[in-house]
């Protein structure tokens, strides 16, 4: 079997400093300047483990380089290079010419590395002529294209290649206007469509926004935690309309989409990357932090908001969390457990477990967290 893969080697080095995204050479220029590294190609790597046992039966067609030939030859895979990337960081350019390149290949499938906005280039190149799967590492990733997490991603690619007549749909592919989004503004629109191979067992569901019938539970459950806050402790506030309600109940200046740091009820840092959060915590000894999960996908850590990292949980417990949601997201996500993803196995396993998670003001829910691999 055939397969493409494209990996965008600067998708997701926006997140950890807080900036939201990688669109635009001054916003990864920054990201380096912030000192943000890449995990593209980790994430690509983690996918591609899980199609290690039917290797033989496999050839790769990748670009040269961290595009793919680089992943492809460490793990051993049999692979041909078909495009040459320019020397320096590839952009989207990159991605419809090598995108473009393994349709005209006709490979039976292919695998992309990044968030929303690439998948949306490699949509605008190939449309649904190929079957597809993401492989998330992006920071905004709304589009149901992409696996839950790398490993879940790789394993969906398994199972096509053990099952090519296994069920197509044509999924959405969204992405965020991502300076409205650093302006804490949510415009999301449909860019086109991917064939993607169908098992809900690895595919992430679209993201749920908040309902506005929720307003009055996220007033009262934030009402609560703001009676119920300590003094003299660091409170790291998570990204979110849900958590956000908290600062404006405070009325504080604050940002919907990143991590602010309160103490004492008064603001310390707005819109937190991660070292200005491990900053603000070393030293401290009574530190929480307020999370809301992401609506539909379950996500507590990992997705949108990688400000709160493996470097930052290190310095907490899972005592340490507070977790906030209306029942109408829970409702969301149903059954499934809240989801950990950080790229450190042992932080994931000490994260996972049963929460209280507060739902109104006095009203507990349980829900149990697990790590996902």
Known sequence: MKLGLIINPIAGMGGRVGLKGTDGRDILEEARRLGSIPEAEIKAQRALEQLLP???????????????SDSAEKLGFNYQVIYHPEAGDTDQHDTFNLAQALSEEQVDLILFVGGDGTARDVSRTIGTKVPAIGIPAGVKIHSPVYGMTPESAGKLALEFVKNPTMPLKDDEVMDIEEEAFRR????????????????????????SPSPQSDASAMESAALYIIDEMEDDTIYIVGSGTTTAQIMQELGLEHTILGVDIIKDR????????????????DGESKVKLIITPMGGQG????????????NVLRRLTRQDVIIIATPNKLLTIGSNPFLVYTLDDEIDQAYSGYYKV????????????????
């Open 54 to 68: 039917v290797k033989d039966q496999l050839t790769l067609y990748v670009a040269q380089g961290a595009m793919g």
């Open 266 to 281: 008064q603001l310390l840092v707005k819109d937190a990357a991660e070292k200005e959060i491990i900053e603000a915590i």
């Open 358 to 373: 507060i739902t109104g003001y006095g009203q507990i829910a349980m829900k149990k967290a697990a790590s996902l691999k």
């Open 184 to 207: 804490d503004e949510i415009v999301i629109e449909v860019y086109g469509y991917l064939k993607v191979p169908q098992d809900p067992t690895y595919l992430q569901p679209l993201k």
């Open 299 to 310: 996500y507590i850590f990992g997705r949108g908001n990688q400000q709160l990292s493996a």
